[in-house]
């Protein structure tokens, strides 16, 4: 019986999708297990070998935890809303709904055929009505809050409103205007639109004003990454920054716990650290410098306050609210041609910048502890309006920064005792810092930074303030394809919608662009803006925030997730998807599943438990070599003699190195005619490891590899390559030797000639040893990820049992178990050859037992007067009397003593024998 690996693989599917056989029960009487892949983005390119890497490693471990007795929930949905489906959309001329679509079945055809566990019956859309309904009310949730800090947790905004009623804010900070402070009678005396103001300014989901790339040629908002040089990348126009009203999340009130609840899940030491580092939780304090000739006061956030006499000047962000009036008049024109050119900068250009920009004010601020000094104020682009208070006091002789910055602009150097200092930059210490300044007065210094906070506080110019890197998250865009926001405008103040309407859904328009003013799509609506309704809608990351939720109970039409259901399944148990999602979604999901707990909507805090991040499989390019100005191309080995262009060439014509001549002139009209100077009667590609894309011609499709080699054979080699965390080049030339080995498996089964040769015989002792060390190995690696350990351990234990000659159902079938997560189809295929009438799905995995593994015997080397001359196998139990009579029995012993009498035996259990003569 011959392995038709595709016949089989196709009616195992078809079998599996009947029986709904990856249909999983809200069973509570078992224990459960939630495997977890990232929310895939279903593109218009489709999968490569790439994309399924992290999908075959949970897959694995999701069947693996089914056979070990657990219901397993492992579902998929597609990521549907956001820019790139509408960027196809537009490219293509069709509607985002159409496209994302024809994706997602595209997408399906190419999982469906890999042979995933996934229960589809769970299946999520974020663009689905259905689905947003419950990102909508989720939204209302923060909408309809506040983070009550004394109490460390989200509650409802109708709770502060009670409480200014009753006291004002007086217990309770304003997080979005912290001078911000009313009593009862004040709050009394508040106009409707006042109070909303003022509530806008507490909930976890508010409304401000912030700043865009706004594109006027294109007529549309673009995201940082479009924007190059001040230009657009789509047609290079010019872009510049416009303020508009925007949604956003206030994650910064969950900064500690958000720090907090890595030290209680399983993430990476490096991926803790991305996060921990992107929300930069910092200790200092803000301290106010008064101008010279103005009433106005700079406020500035700093880590190293005992620096304050090292100042020389202060810089601001080019955005920063004081620089129209502090300006002086003959600084006017250059400074507003400084910020015009900030202005054309994303951020990210700004703080990757390395070239020193900035302007000059012409204003100057006082020393707090100095009033006849006068401290220069400028504005450059490495400050940020959006990070501590947009501006920062310089103090170059101990910040390298600094330094260059005064270097670059002549600008004085003070050291940190008031005269000049013409050094290298230096880090000065705190006792430098204030000893020497005399302003301890001879006070032993414990905490050099407490004391000046002390000072500060106590003169009234400054405070302690603990900062964090984070900014509140944008949570709008300008773009038609995404969640509508359930929001009612009515005389500035925003309402929300009632529950009962929603979804609120969106409208299905043909054609679209920006609205008017920056505005989105849905602003050129009549039946839209009738309605008041917010024109903005969410971004991409919306629905992914909390969509491991909504897996729990997909089908409830009365609340996002049943309490019970979501008790159930509670956290992820394991999450895999890669490191490009580090801050961004880990961070909002987290941010979210806190909100819902804190309004006791679930019962835990933390979504995920476990967190593996898949390393990426990089493309292995092909290139040819043109011979400069013609049409020939010259192999690799000869290109030295020539002068040649290298040209990336489609890998799929090309076996290993060689390429496919006739397909090469096929598959671009300008190579029809194409000659080729070959060597030894070949083309011999050139090779480069670089990343998979499109672009680059060497992207694989796995459904070409799955036609020829068989899904399970493509599953193990995946796993194969390396570490599941670490990147490695693709090569498809290795393939070969996974299909291989499952053919020498199916061989153990059945003879192509003889047909079966499985049978029912007891298993010796030496079979028994090779299945309990595979199960042993198999399952210490498939429970530490260590995937490709495993498919060596598979090879190794064919191989063994094919040594041994051994077809016994009673190993065979057990191996099959333990394969089943890795190469399911040939598994089941070859389960029910063996007889079971149940599916191996469901097969309860093998147990390891030690006994099988004890060694009863070892091979000794037999040395003869210190020279090894043969070996032999001595029970471990033998008597040293037992060992010499043995020995000096053997064949070979005796040929080597010649009839001569020896002297001695000398026996070392465990290690060696030694016949003296």
Same mark, same amino acid.
Not at 76 to 95: I, K, N, S, V
Not at 143 to 159: C, L, T
Not at 589 to 607: A, C, Q
């Given at each position: 019986?011959?392995?038709?690996?595709?016949?089989?693989?196709?009616?195992?599917?078809?079998?599996?999708?009947?029986?709904?056989?990856?249909?999983?029960?809200?069973?509570?009487?078992?224990?459960?297990?939630?495997?977890?892949?990232?929310?895939?983005?279903?593109?218009?390119?489709?999968?490569?070998?790439?994309?399924?890497?992290?999908?075959?490693?949970?897959?694995?471990?999701?069947?693996?935890?089914?056979?070990?007795?657990?219901?397993?929930?492992?579902?998929?949905?597609?990521?549907?809303?956001?820019?790139?489906?509408?960027?196809?959309?537009?490219?293509?001329?069709?509607?985002?709904?159409?496209?994302?679509?024809?994706?997602?079945?595209?997408?399906?055809?190419?999982?469906?055929?890999?042979?995933?566990?996934?229960?589809?019956?769970?299946?999520?859309?974020?663009?689905?009505?259905?689905?947003?309904?419950?990102?909508?009310?989720?939204?209302?949730?923060?909408?309809?809050?506040?983070?009550?800090?004394?109490?460390?947790?989200?509650?409802?905004?109708?709770?502060?409103?009670?409480?200014?009623?009753?006291?004002?804010?007086?217990?309770?900070?304003?997080?979005?205007?912290?001078?911000?402070?009313?009593?009862?009678?004040?709050?009394?005396?508040?106009?409707?639109?006042?109070?909303?103001?003022?509530?806008?300014?507490?909930?976890?989901?508010?409304?401000?004003?912030?700043?865009?790339?706004?594109?006027?040629?294109?007529?549309?908002?673009?995201?940082?990454?479009?924007?190059?040089?001040?230009?657009?990348?789509?047609?290079?126009?010019?872009?510049?920054?416009?303020?508009?009203?925007?949604?956003?999340?206030?994650?910064?009130?969950?900064?500690?716990?958000?720090?907090?609840?890595?030290?209680?899940?399983?993430?990476?030491?490096?991926?803790?650290?991305?996060?921990?580092?992107?929300?930069?939780?910092?200790?200092?304090?803000?301290?106010?410098?008064?101008?010279?000739?103005?009433?106005?006061?700079?406020?500035?956030?700093?880590?190293?306050?005992?620096?304050?006499?090292?100042?020389?000047?202060?810089?601001?962000?080019?955005?920063?609210?004081?620089?129209?009036?502090?300006?002086?008049?003959?600084?006017?024109?250059?400074?507003?041609?400084?910020?015009?050119?900030?202005?054309?900068?994303?951020?990210?250009?700004?703080?990757?910048?390395?070239?020193?920009?900035?302007?000059?004010?012409?204003?100057?601020?006082?020393?707090?502890?100095?009033?006849?000094?006068?401290?220069?104020?400028?504005?450059?682009?490495?400050?940020?309006?959006?990070?501590?208070?947009?501006?920062?006091?310089?103090?170059?002789?101990?910040?390298?920064?600094?330094?260059?910055?005064?270097?670059?602009?002549?600008?004085?150097?003070?050291?940190?005792?008031?005269?000049?200092?013409?050094?290298?930059?230096?880090?000065?210490?705190?006792?430098?810092?204030?000893?020497?300044?005399?302003?301890?007065?001879?006070?032993?210094?414990?905490?050099?930074?407490?004391?000046?906070?002390?000072?500060?506080?106590?003169?009234?110019?400054?405070?302690?303030?603990?900062?964090?890197?984070?900014?509140?998250?944008?949570?709008?865009?300008?773009?038609?394809?995404?969640?509508?926001?359930?929001?009612?405008?009515?005389?500035?103040?925003?309402?929300?919608?009632?529950?009962?309407?929603?979804?609120?859904?969106?409208?299905?328009?043909?054609?679209?662009?920006?609205?008017?003013?920056?505005?989105?799509?849905?602003?050129?609506?009549?039946?839209?803006?009738?309605?008041?309704?917010?024109?903005?809608?969410?971004?991409?990351?919306?629905?992914?925030?909390?969509?491991?939720?909504?897996?729990?109970?997909?089908?409830?039409?009365?609340?996002?997730?049943?309490?019970?259901?979501?008790?159930?399944?509670?956290?992820?148990?394991?999450?895999?998807?890669?490191?490009?999602?580090?801050?961004?979604?880990?961070?909002?999901?987290?941010?979210?599943?806190?909100?819902?707990?804190?309004?006791?909507?679930?019962?835990?805090?933390?979504?995920?438990?476990?967190?593996?991040?898949?390393?990426?499989?990089?493309?292995?390019?092909?290139?040819?070599?043109?011979?400069?100005?013609?049409?020939?191309?010259?192999?690799?080995?000869?290109?030295?003699?020539?002068?040649?262009?290298?040209?990336? *060439?489609?890998?799929?014509?090309?076996?290993?190195? /060689?390429? +496919?001549? %006739?397909? @090469?002139?096929?598959?671009?009209?300008?190579? !029809?005619?194409?000659?080729?100077?070959?060597?030894?009667?070949?083309?011999?590609?050139?090779?480069?490891?670089?990343?998979?894309?499109?672009?680059?011609?060497?992207?694989?499709?796995?459904?070409?590899?799955?036609?020829?080699?068989?899904?399970?054979?493509?599953?193990?080699?995946?796993?194969?390559?390396?570490?599941?965390?670490?990147?490695?080049?693709?090569?498809?030339?290795?393939?070969?030797?996974?299909?291989?080995?499952?053919?020498?498996?199916?061989?153990?089964?059945?003879?192509?000639?003889?047909?079966?040769?499985?049978?029912?015989?007891?298993?010796?002792?030496?079979?028994?040893? *090779?299945?309990?060390?595979?199960?042993?190995?198999? /399952?210490? +690696?498939? %429970?530490? @990820?260590?995937?490709?350990?495993?498919?060596? !351990?598979?090879?190794?234990?064919?191989?063994?049992?094919?040594?041994?000659?051994?077809?016994?159902?009673?190993?065979?079938?057990?191996?099959?178990?333990?394969?089943?997560?890795?190469?399911?189809?040939?598994?089941?295929?070859?389960?029910?050859?063996?007889?079971?009438?149940?599916?191996?799905?469901?097969?309860?995995?093998?147990?390891?037992?030690?006994?099988?593994?004890?060694?009863?015997?070892?091979?000794?080397?037999?040395?003869?007067?210190?020279?090894?001359?043969?070996?032999?196998?001595?029970?471990?139990?033998?008597?040293?009397?037992?060992?010499?009579?043995?020995?000096?029995?053997?064949?070979?012993?005796?040929?080597?003593?010649?009839?001569?009498?020896?002297?001695?035996?000398?026996?070392?259990?465990?290690?060696?024998?030694?016949?003296?003569?």
């Amino acid at each position: 019986m011959e392995y038709n690996f595709r016949d089989i693989e196709k009616r195992w599917q078809r079998e599996w999708t009947q029986s709904g056989a990856y249909k999983v029960e809200n069973d509570f009487s078992k224990p459960k297990y939630y495997v977890l892949d990232m929310f895939p983005y279903p593109s218009g390119a489709g999968l490569h070998v790439g994309h399924p890497l992290g999908y075959i490693a949970s897959d694995i471990y999701a069947r693996y935890k089914r056979l070990k007795g657990f219901n397993v929930l492992h579902p998929m949905g597609y990521d549907a809303f956001g820019l790139p489906a509408e960027q196809y959309a537009l490219e293509t001329g069709q509607h985002p709904a159409v496209t994302t679509d024809a994706n997602i079945r595209s997408f399906r055809e190419q999982l469906d055929n890999i042979g995933f566990c996934f229960d589809w019956s769970r299946e999520l859309r974020t663009s689905e009505p259905s689905y947003y309904k419950w990102t909508q009310w989720i939204f209302l949730e923060l909408f309809n809050s506040y983070f009550d800090r004394k109490a460390g947790k989200a509650r409802p905004i109708s709770v502060l409103e009670a409480a200014f009623v009753l006291e004002g804010n007086e217990g309770a900070p304003c997080p979005g205007n912290e001078a911000l402070r009313f009593d009862s009678v004040a709050w009394a005396g508040f106009t409707p639109r006042e109070k909303a103001d003022i509530l806008m300014q507490y909930r976890l989901a508010y409304c401000g004003y912030g700043e865009v790339n706004w594109c006027e040629a294109l007529g549309t908002v673009l995201a940082n990454d479009e924007v190059i040089n001040g230009l657009s990348e789509r047609g290079g126009y010019p872009v510049v920054k416009k303020k508009l009203r925007q949604w956003y999340l206030r994650i910064t009130e969950y900064a500690d716990r958000l720090l907090e609840g890595l030290e209680r899940i399983a993430f990476s030491d490096a991926m803790k650290e991305m996060q921990t580092n992107w929300i930069g939780k910092s200790y200092g304090a803000n301290l106010h410098f008064a101008l010279f000739d103005a009433s106005d006061r700079i406020e500035v956030y700093t880590t190293r306050p005992d620096t304050i006499f090292g100042v020389d000047f202060l810089v601001l962000a080019p955005e920063h609210e004081l620089i129209q009036r502090i300006v002086s008049s003959d600084q006017a024109a250059a400074v507003s041609e400084y910020v015009t050119y900030v202005k054309s900068r994303s951020e990210r250009e700004r703080m990757a910048e390395k070239k020193i920009t900035g302007c000059f004010t012409g204003a100057y601020a006082v020393h707090p502890f100095d009033p006849d000094r006068r401290i220069p104020v400028w504005i450059s682009e490495y400050v940020l309006a959006g990070y501590g208070t947009g501006a920062i006091m310089a103090v170059p002789c101990g910040d390298e920064r600094d330094f260059k910055f005064a270097q670059h602009f002549g600008l004085p150097i003070t050291n940190i005792i008031g005269s000049h200092y013409t050094g290298e930059a230096a880090n000065p210490t705190k006792d430098a810092v204030l000893s020497n300044s005399g302003f301890l007065d001879g006070q032993v210094m414990r905490d050099a930074i407490g004391v000046v906070i002390d000072r500060l506080e106590s003169m009234k110019i400054g405070r302690r303030k603990v900062n964090f890197k984070m900014r509140d998250a944008a949570f709008s865009r300008q773009r038609y394809w995404g969640e509508p926001f359930p929001i009612v405008w009515s005389d500035g103040i925003a309402s929300p919608l009632p529950v009962s309407e929603l979804p609120l859904e969106l409208p299905h328009i043909e054609k679209y662009g920006p609205g008017p003013e920056g505005e989105g799509p849905l602003a050129n609506i009549p039946a839209w803006t009738a309605r008041h309704l917010e024109t903005n809608t969410m971004p991409g990351y919306a629905g992914s925030s909390w969509y491991f939720l909504r897996y729990m109970d997909p089908g409830n039409n009365t609340a996002f997730c049943d309490r019970r259901v979501s008790d159930y399944w509670n956290q992820v148990d394991l999450y895999i998807g890669g490191t490009e999602h580090a801050v961004g979604h880990l961070l909002y999901s987290r941010m979210w599943t806190k909100v819902l707990f804190d309004l006791e909507h679930i019962g835990f805090d933390e979504p995920f438990k476990r967190l593996v991040n898949q390393g990426m499989i990089q493309g292995s390019s092909r290139l040819v070599y043109r011979v400069r100005e013609t049409g020939q191309f010259v192999s690799a080995g000869l290109r030295g003699a020539y002068e040649t262009d290298a040209l990336h *060439v489609d890998v799929n014509i090309v076996d290993g190195l /060689e390429l +496919d001549l %006739e397909a @090469f002139r096929a598959w671009r009209k300008e190579y !029809a005619n194409a000659d080729f100077i070959l060597e030894d009667g070949r083309y011999i590609c050139g090779t480069e490891v670089e990343k998979m894309s499109k672009r680059l011609f060497n992207t694989v499709n796995p459904n070409v590899l799955v036609e020829r080699y068989g899904a399970d054979t493509f599953r193990m080699y995946e796993m194969f390559l390396g570490p599941v965390e670490q990147s490695k080049p693709w090569d498809t030339k290795g393939i070969e030797g996974v299909h291989r080995f499952l053919r020498k498996l199916w061989r153990l089964f059945f003879d192509e000639q003889k047909g079966a040769v499985w049978n029912d015989a007891t298993p010796t002792d030496a079979e028994r040893k *090779v299945l309990h060390k595979a199960i042993k190995k198999i /399952e210490e +690696d498939t %429970e530490r @990820f260590s995937f490709n350990t495993a498919v060596s !351990a598979f090879m190794i234990c064919t191989g063994e049992l094919a040594d041994l000659d051994c077809h016994k159902k009673a190993i065979l079938g057990p191996l099959l178990i333990l394969l089943t997560p890795y190469a399911p189809h040939v598994s089941e295929e070859l389960w029910h050859q063996l007889g079971y009438r149940t599916s191996i799905l469901d097969a309860p995995y093998p147990v390891f037992e030690p006994k099988y593994l004890v060694e009863s015997s070892k091979v000794y080397p037999i040395a003869i007067n210190g020279k090894t001359r043969t070996e032999m196998d001595i029970a471990l139990d033998a008597s040293t009397a037992d060992v010499e009579r043995m020995v000096l029995a053997n064949d070979i012993v005796q040929k080597w003593l010649d009839g001569k009498p020896h002297k001695k035996v000398v026996y070392v259990p465990g290690k060696m024998i030694n016949v003296v003569m």
